[in-house]
């Protein structure tokens, strides 16, 4: 089946720090991987996309790249910001199937 | 352009009461996607409809739980005679139908049963 596997959190970051979240999937067929946003109190906003190997997706700063040799699609930002604590979501589908999202990693950064 | 709209936002139900949760997708958006989210999980993929059809239902729960998305007004996901385990925020999302993984959310109910 398909499936997506991210670091737990809580990760917790100074401001300007250095962000990593990992994002593993498992998927019979070839997948579009997707990271969403969850701001508190409100729903997912898709934050960039991939479709292919070797794809990077990137957006306010953000990026992530489809390594179809690691299965994997981490997300990277240099230099976080209050603004950027959230709830972070990688995703998968594969053709036409539902969106399989993993459990959520909760950023926090501080000031 | 609107988002995706949901209402309620927040709503209470005691134990055995219905629960109706309404969408209304983006304009031009023809898929609708219902999705459940528990405390400190991920979404979980419920049903997925387009105007006047559901198309797939995989994840909806075999009893209770039923959507629909008629051809005037919202998608609404009924929830009958409910239980605490059905306290969650439930998303909607939609679609354009040229590019289906491409799914915008509405901002959740949030369903409290007492």
């Known amino acids: 089946g398909n499936s997506v596997t991210q670091m737990e959190g809580p990760v917790t970051l100074s401001e300007e720090a250095f962000l990593t979240i990992n994002c593993t999937y498992t998927?019979?067929?070839?997948?579009?991987l997707f990271w969403y946003v969850q701001y508190p109190g409100e729903g997912l906003q898709l934050l960039l996309k991939?479709?292919?190997?070797?794809d990077k997706g990137s957006n306010k700063g953000f990026e992530a790249t489809y390594r179809k040799e690691t299965t994997s699609f981490h997300l990277e930002k240099g230099s976080v910001q209050v603004s950027d604590s959230a709830v972070y979501f990688c995703a998968l589908s594969v053709g036409n199937t539902p969106l399989v999202f993993g459990k959520g990693t909760r950023l926090s950064v501080i000031a | 352009n609107a988002g995706v709209m949901q209402n309620p936002r927040h709503l209470v139900r005691r134990r055995g009461q219905e629960a109706r949760l309404r969408c209304s997708p983006m304009k031009g958006h023809s898929h609708v996607y219902w999705y459940r989210q528990l405390p400190e999980e991920g979404l979980k993929f419920m049903v997925y409809?387009?105007?006047?059809?559901?198309?797939?239902e995989s994840g909806m729960p075999k009893e209770r739980f039923s959507a629909e998305f008629p051809k005037e007004g919202p998608s609404i996901l009924r929830i009958q005679q409910v239980v605490r385990g059905d306290s969650a925020a439930y998303f909607c999302?939609?679609?354009?139908?040229?590019?289906?993984?491409?799914?915008?959310f509405g901002p959740g109910t949030r369903l409290t049963v007492t």
């Open positions: 999302a939609s679609s354009p139908p040229d590019d289906r993984r491409e799914q915008y």
């Open positions: 998927a019979t067929g070839y997948p579009s």
């Open positions: 409809l387009q105007k006047e059809n559901i198309i797939d």
């Open positions: 991939a479709t292919k190997a070797d």
